[in-house]
């Protein structure tokens, strides 16, 4: 039998359980409702950034905590919520949903997959807002992050950890560099995240072909929301992203995220504030909408050694308006970014792709991150660069020009020309090195400008297929001697003979 004790301890144990688990939910009443925003009265003890449950099966975001009411926006359901419904609160933050199933999957701000596939099992919940790493929890930026791209990791380089800005004008490329860097990171053990803010659904649907195409989506995440979603779900999706991706980072992986774009989460932003009846600032944009980046970029690191060593570098990329950099965005996001990729449409529209200005172009804390190698071989470019583009400017007058000066225009044309990229063709490290040795020697002297393009794609085939131990000898990490940079040059040379006695070579 049953003694009567135990009946009694088991029936104090429900009765303990029973307290904890009926929870008085506090309910408000939506006093007016419009636009995506509703005002509820009766709410107390309401967080910022806490999901709100609405009559009728609907959510919204708590913003505006005032002290005659609350201030909130709608994920869905406005034209449906009347004056009078009942509002929830459910007492906790707005939070993604995170595990590493979430890599080859398209999802929403909110982590519900929007690709048609299977359901996802999270692992954990982190906040979409979280505070970025201290000055102590951080690590050197001394890694490098290779694009691929031979302008970028030769004159901009990118370090892990970094926050490096890609802006222009709309169609000059800054998508195609972002999802080029993607594509480089096959096969080097990171993470990319891939945020989608505002973006049409066909641009999105190309960006996905692209990347399951070139078989990136099995290392990558989408997180989207397109131009047709509430401004809510665009507000929320970077902070989301980047909560996926301190979820890799503090487990010890390195992450890129790419931020596409942060004029449209900032148009978001704006159109949200205006409604709670925020004060507006300059061009409307509230007062803090400096804020709203900066704590969203802070959160890129590199974590120290003690806290597992994981980073997080972030691409964010901002359009601007007939190329005005000192706009209010752009120079909001230039002043929290580490650097920035200008890409003009006056290069774009001349056929120079990636249309990277080199001149307005800069990368803060990358040069002690490149490779040894690269930054050996390659110190010198951005001046000849430079002076190149002085001498083209007084080339436009007409005026005769001695025989140093036309060598110097002339090797200049053919950097610039070998500098122009096929878009999803990435170069490797030992690719980009060869390249840089011979564009700045005496060797492309023999090479007219219009075959530079068809020499560039020959010599790296050549010397794959011929001079493999000359692969091997080079090492990026180590400085390039002087035999091994001359031996480079006279294989260049030789190609080049071949190439004059068979032009289809070249």
């Given amino acids: 039998m049953i003694s009567v004790h135990k009946i009694g301890e088991s029936l104090k144990e429900k009765i303990t359980n029973a307290s904890t688990d009926t929870e008085k939910k506090m309910t408000g009443k939506v006093i007016s409702v419009g636009d995506g925003v509703i005002h509820i009265e ?289 120079t909001n996001v230039i002043s929290i970014t580490d650097g920035q990729i200008y890409l003009e449409s006056e290069l774009f529209n001349s056929g120079m792709r990636p249309a990277v200005n080199v001149g307005l172009s800069v990368s803060r804390v990358g040069g002690s991150a490149q490779r040894k190698a690269i930054r050996q071989v390659s110190g010198q470019l951005r001046v000849n660069l430079a002076q190149y583009r002085e001498l083209a400017i007084f080339m436009q007058f007409g005026s005769d020009l001695d025989a140093e000066t036309k060598r110097t225009l002339s090797q200049g044309a053919k950097m610039t020309e070998t500098l122009k990229q096929k878009q999803y063709t990435n170069y490797s490290v030992k690719d980009m090195i060869i390249l840089l040795v011979i564009i700045q020697s005496e060797v492309i002297n023999q090479i007219p400008i219009k075959e530079m393009t068809k020499f560039n794609e020959g010599i790296l085939e050549f010397i794959h297929a011929n001079h493999t131990s000359l692969m091997d000898e080079i090492d990026p990490d180590e400085t390039i001697c002087p035999e091994l940079m001359q031996k480079i040059k006279d294989i260049a040379n030789g190609y080049c003979k071949i190439a004059v006695t068979h032009p289809d070579n070249i």
């Fill in 42 to 330: 009766g709410l107390e003890e309401v967080k910022n950034n806490e999901i709100l449950e609405v009559q009728g099966g609907y959510k919204a975001l708590a913003l505006n905590l005032m002290a005659d009411g609350i201030g909130a926006v709608l994920f869905s359901g406005a034209s449906a919520i009347k004056v009078g419904d009942h509002v929830y609160s459910s007492g906790t933050i707005a939070t993604m949903p995170v595990t590493e199933a979430m890599l080859g999957r398209v999802v929403d701000a909110l982590g519900n997959p929007i690709d048609g596939l299977a359901p996802i099992q999270p692992k954990a919940y982190r906040n979409i807002e979280y505070p970025a790493p201290s000055i102590m929890d951080r690590d050197k930026v001394n890694e490098p992050l290779q694009t691929g791209i031979l302008a970028i990791d030769s004159m901009i380089p990118i370090g892990k950890g970094q926050r490096e800005l890609i802006i222009g004008d709309r169609q000059t490329g800054k998508t195609a560099i972002a999802i080029d860097t993607i594509l480089n990171q096959k096969g080097k053990n990171m993470i990319c995240i891939y945020a989608s803010i505002g973006q049409k659904a066909s641009t999105l649907a190309k960006v996905i072909t692209t990347l399951q195409n070139n078989g990136a989506m099995e290392y990558t995440c989408i997180v989207a929301s397109c131009a047709d979603e509430s401004a809510t779900m665009q507000y929320m999706t970077p902070y989301s992203a980047c909560a996926l991706a301190e979820y890799f980072m503090y487990a010890g992986k390195d992450v890129l995220i790419i931020y596409d774009d942060l004029s449209k989460h900032a148009v978001a932003y704006r159109t949200m504030s205006l409604l709670l009846k925020r004060p507006s600032g300059r061009e409307a944009y509230p007062g803090d909408v400096f804020y709203l980046h900066a704590r969203l970029l802070e959160r890129a690191a590199k974590l120290s050694k003690e806290l597992g060593g994981g980073s997080i570098t972030a691409l964010p990329i901002v359009e601007t308006l007939a190329g005005d950099i000192a706009a209010y965005i752009p």
